[in-house]
Every structure is written in structure tokens, then in C-alpha cells.
């Protein structure tokens, strides 16, 4: 019972930390374009590249929701189908520690669904990604971001589709 009731408070204590910069908040809107090179760290060796186009709004100094879309192609070399193509759609939430030195840590985490086709099937997967990176000014309006993650392409099945190791590098736009 007990720690059920601190597992209560800690969410409690986050949701208030959350209401309180959302309502401190200065929105800005900011487009970022990445490509990342997905590689899954299991018994696989396919080996992925794409293009995520994203939207940001960024709720305060800290806090962000984001869309994004896309479109991943791999090569599949030990499946019965050469390649597969996969357009996710995802939603997520970014966390960020702005520093005093221009450089701007991130922690991301996403969650939605991806369209997975080849020519033997058509598919759609729950999908989850979580992301760790930078953001290093190029211009008052322009940073380059660089990030490495887990993509979890289907999690219903880990054992046949398994984590993936993510690395982007994109660039955004601030448009407010």
C-alpha cells in the first residue's frame, strides 16, 4: 500500500511540474528535418535510412510536444522479403535543459504507429522510440541536431522485429 501511494505522489509531483511550466509558458513553434540510420541490435542485419520531417511546440524553456512523420527503407537480408518500407506516425514529448553555453541537452520519448509494407505483406505496428541529444546553434533561428536512441519498431513482437539503435542529425527552424 505504500508504495502504491509514493508511486502516486511521484506522478503527482511530475503532473504538477508539468502544469507549472506549461503555464509559465512562451510557446514557439519550430520545424526540424532529420535522417536518421536505424540498426537493429538483434539477430537481424538490416540496416535502415529515412527521413523524419517534425513539427515542435516547445511549451516553456523546458518542455516540448511534438508530430512528426516519414519514411524508413530497409534492407531486409535474411527475410523473405528484400526490403521493407515503413512510414511512422508518431507523437512525443521532449524534455530540455537549456544551458548557459548555447549547447541544449534533450531527452525525447515518442509513441504511434508505423505502416510497414514489402512485397510479400502489408502491415501496421505499434511503435516507441526513445532519444537522447543535442542542439548546437548554427544562428538565432537555426540549430543543428544531433541525437542517438532506441527505436522499438513493433512492440508486440521484440523477439522478431527487436530494438533498433537510432542515430540523426537534423536540422531545426524556429519559427516563433
Not at 509559465?24 to 535510412?49: M, N
Not at 548546437?136 to 512492440?155: E, N
Request: aromatic share 8%.
Amino acid at each position: 500500500m505504500a508504495r502504491k501511494q509514493s508511486v502516486i505522489a511521484g506522478l503527482a509531483g511530475v503532473a504538477m511540474f508539468l502544469m507549472a511550466g506549461i503555464a509559465q509558458a512562451r510557446p514557439a513553434l519550430s520545424l526540424e528535418a532529420d535522417v536518421p540510420v536505424v540498426v537493429p541490435l538483434g539477430f537481424t542485419s538490416d540496416v535502415g535510412a529515412g527521413f523524419t520531417p517534425q513539427i515542435q511546440l516547445d511549451l516553456g524553456d523546458h518542455l516540448g510536444v511534438n508530430l512528426a512523420s516519414g519514411f524508413f527503407y530497409y534492407t531486409a537480408n535474411d527475410r523473405d522479403a528484400d526490403e521493407l518500407r515503413v512510414v511512422p506516425v508518431l507523437a512525443g514529448v521532449t524534455f530540455s535543459l537549456p544551458t548557459s553555453k548555447n549547447v541544449t541537452p534533450y531527452a525525447r520519448a515518442w509513441l504511434g504507429y508505423s505502416h510497414v509494407s514489402s512485397e510479400l505483406s502489408t502491415e501496421h505496428w505499434p511503435t516507441a522510440a526513445l532519444e537522447a541529444g543535442v542542439l548546437l546553434p548554427l544562428s538565432r533561428q537555426v540549430h543543428a541536431d544531433i541525437g542517438i536512441g532506441a527505436l522499438l519498431p513493433d512492440m508486440t513482437d521484440v523477439v522478431e522485429n527487436p530494438p533498433c539503435l537510432m542515430v540523426s542529425l537534423g536540422v531545426r527552424y524556429s519559427l516563433m
